[in-house]
């Protein structure tokens, strides 16, 4: 006998109770749309997001025509809901743009500042994803970041500031670095993780600060500066505030990806700042060390890719090291 899932069930229910309420179709839409929105907040499968879709769908063929506000609610869920669901193609996230763009359009008549902002922000992540595969512009999904922040100010809502600011960040870092102000997008990104940071905390906000801490990392690890080695032991202070919430037991695959970019850092980067010229035999084993352990992560995880890419650097470290130790038996400093 095969069990069914949570999805099934409540959703099972759900429509039951609809067919026996006598509650009216804008209860019944609200209804339907609050279980959709359960079944959203914690997806333990795929399905627990599709079965929520579905939902929303339903609640919006019983939402009256005359109740714009609810209908917008609906729309500003689903497309939500379609923006989580992975996919090979687009279909989801052009349906979830359509979606939250049809929302705004109410929302901006009759929805009250948070409700727009947070349609914008996650319009604007959508547009990012889109503009990943050439299907939108990378600039229109930061004016809908900007847009959102008019409401989400860092006094009120810092948690939402914080996420606005590294969505900011990761988009102008998506942008190609091929005209002259590719070093101006640079310094805007590492500016913006360092000011959702200045709002979160390490206490009321780990995972947002562990999320921050990584990517100011990165950013910091690859962004063009002639201060590349002050900027790499930045980033590696960024790795270890992050490593302090991602912990392979809590989080592995956070924190599978947090070391890795450690292990980058690390790799790059001499033993001592101030004698650079010995070179980095040390980091280059933390590093290794660092990234055996990533690998072993997402081969547990059947992430392929990563693994990969990984398995990559191994091979270039290690003979780094090969040739390194070749050059000094050569020179016979050892």
Known sequence: MVARSRA?????AAL????ETEATDAEKSEMLMEIAMGLQQKPKAIGDLQAAIGLYEKALELCPAQNTHLNATIRARTGTALMAVPEDGTAGLE?????????????????SDEEIAEAEMNLGLTLQNLAAVNKARIQDAISAYQRALRAFDKHKFPKEFAILQNNIATAFLSIPFTDEKSK???ALAVQAFEEALS???LIDHPAEYAMLQN?????LQ????????????????????????RTVRDTPGEYANTISNKANCLAN???????????????LEAAIALYEEAHGLFISFGDAGKASAVAGALEELREAIDASAADRRATGTI
């Open 8 to 12: 099934e069930d409540q959703v099972k």
């Open 16 to 19: 039951a109770a609809i067919r």
């Open 95 to 111: 349906a979830a743009r359509e979606a939250l763009e049809t929302a705004l359009a109410t929302f901006a008549a009759e929805g």
């Open 184 to 186: 101006m997008r640079e």
């Open 199 to 201: 709002v979160v905390t």
């Open 215 to 219: 990517n100011l990392g990165n950013a």
């Open 222 to 245: 690859y962004v063009s500066s002639s201060h590349r080695v002050e900027n790499g032991f930045r980033a590696l202070e960024a790795y270890d505030e992050a490593l302090k919430v």
């Open 269 to 283: 980067l001499p033993d001592d700042p101030q004698e650079a010229d010995i070179g980095n035999p040390r980091n």
